[in-house]
């Protein structure tokens, strides 16, 4: 999924000097975790849980914390924050779009035009389940819901000035929110995609990992949760909370806000744990987990609806991933912020 740089936050007189910025390697590790489990969840599914569905959860509260410091935290201005959302995410998506629906027409997989269009304008998560998909482009939704926070996050942002009222908020917000796919799926019996492919629903595992976020820069986080085993104790329930035994509903008003403490409770982690995530491998993974997102699903495909051998498909997935990011995600970025 997309990234937002992990770093430290600059003054908020300071904050035209961006070079002063320094990265958060642990937070790419984080990152690196998310699509390894997405990965491993698709092509080397776990029995009694799926690690696809829990690396996209992984990613939310990531994107939660990461915009809570820009957008509340460092007050980036919204004009420049939207050009680098676009510059990061869009040339990538673009390609991988037409790249696929030229590359899989006719196939089992085959593209639709209205999907493809749907998912180039962030609508595939409600077009996907009201009107058309295409299978290739079944993990769009999860974007869909990351690009549309964006856009919420950053009109709170400019509409309420107080920290004080932003964190209420986002976290009546994202109460809603879980109730919302509570009621849904319980008692109106909508099935797991109606549900929870729709931002209405979603977008509460950003919402209250912002607050979270907001809660811990203005000293108001409890002590309890600054421990130096607090962010492996709360992954590790949250995983717990994930198994299929688990009713699917629990999976997001219980797992999810222990995912939330994880990720912001990092900063108080031990060093074992941060510097594992700080290691290359998983850093590295971080960097790359974008284009790996975008393009695991139609490999991912063929693995589970042909029953492909996953070695030869995990492998293309990495071929296209690292053309995508070294050719044209990388180089559009540079290019884009550097003369936009």
Known sequence: ???????????????????????????????????????????????????????????????????????FIERYPLKKFFKRRFSRIYPALLVF?????????????????????????????????????????????????????????????????????????????????????????????????????????????????AAICLLKADGKLPTLLKGPYVAVSAAVGAVCLFMDSVPTPIHYLAAVPLLAIAVNALDFSTRFLSGWLSSLPMTTLGLWSYSLYLWQQPFYKFVYEQGSNPWPMLAGVFACALCSYYLIERPAREWLNRNW
């Open 1 to 71: 999924m997309s990234e937002i740089s992990a770093t430290h936050l600059a003054s908020p007189r300071a904050i035209v000097e961006r070079p002063a910025r320094t990265r958060l390697a642990y937070l790419d590790g984080w990152r690196g975790l998310s699509i390894a489990l997405v990965l491993i969840g698709h092509f080397f599914p776990v029995p009694g849980i799926n690690l696809g569905v829990l690396g996209v959860e992984f990613f939310f509260v990531l994107s939660g914390r990461l915009m809570a410091e820009i957008l």
């Open 97 to 209: 779009v037409i790249v696929a629906m030229i590359a899989l027409s006719g196939t089992f997989i085959a593209f639709k035009w209205k999907a493809a269009l749907t998912a180039l304008t962030f609508t595939y998560n409600y077009a996907g389940i009201l009107l058309n998909r295409a299978g290739a482009l079944d993990h769009i939704w999860s974007l869909c819901i990351e690009e549309h926070a964006y856009i919420i996050l950053a009109a709170i942002s400019a509409v309420v000035a107080s920290r004080s009222r932003v964190i209420p908020l986002l976290l009546v917000l994202a109460l809603v929110a879980m109730v919302n796919g509570a009621v849904s799926y319980w008692f109106l019996h909508m099935d797991y995609e109606i549900t929870y492919w729709r931002t209405d629903v979603h977008i509460a595992s950003i919402l209250l990992s």
